[in-house]
């Protein structure tokens, strides 16, 4: 284990945990957040979870990315039998972009850290 990978992977788990029951609350439920476009947040909880998952585990990239692709399937299937929420395939694309994106900042991130 390198310096922090235990930290990472508690705030990996936390974050997966959040972003799911984000996911699955009723709207009316869910925290309000600024107007933006629902695949922005996507795409940046995807970014977060992809830096933290390459920071927790020591796995490769195209490994993280299917792991990260499942996930986003996941939420999306839940989201299908749940009444208050709809399933998009355009999520699961934001979240592919997101998972990209934040695999690729993370041998950046690593650097710095």
Same mark, same amino acid.
């Given at each position: 284990?390198?310096?922090?990978?235990?930290?990472? @992977? %508690?705030?990996? !788990?936390? #974050? +997966? =945990?959040?972003?799911?029951?984000?996911? *699955?609350?009723?709207?009316?439920?869910?925290?309000?957040?600024?107007?933006?476009?629902?695949?922005?947040?996507?795409?940046?909880?995807?970014?977060?979870?992809?830096?933290?998952?390459?920071?927790?585990? @020591? %796995?490769?990239? !195209?490994? #993280? +990315? =299917?792991?990260?692709?499942?996930?986003? *399937?996941?939420?999306?299937?839940?989201?299908?039998?749940?009444?208050?929420?709809?399933?998009?395939?355009?999520?699961?694309?934001?979240?592919?972009?997101?998972?990209?994106?934040?695999?690729?900042?993370?041998?950046?991130?690593?650097?710095?850290?």
């Amino acid at each position: 284990m390198y310096s922090y990978q235990k930290e990472f @992977r %508690i705030l990996f !788990w936390l #974050a +997966l =945990f959040t972003s799911y029951i984000f996911a *699955v609350l009723p709207n009316t439920l869910a925290p309000h957040v600024p107007q933006v476009s629902d695949k922005v947040h996507h795409i940046f909880a995807f970014i977060v979870l992809g830096i933290l998952l390459r920071f927790s585990y @020591r %796995i490769s990239y !195209w490994y #993280a +990315l =299917f792991i990260l692709f499942g996930y986003g *399937v996941m939420i999306e299937l839940s989201q299908y039998f749940l009444p208050t929420r709809s399933a998009d395939y355009q999520d699961v694309m934001a979240d592919l972009v997101g998972s990209f994106i934040g695999l690729k900042l993370y041998k950046y991130v690593r650097k710095v850290i």
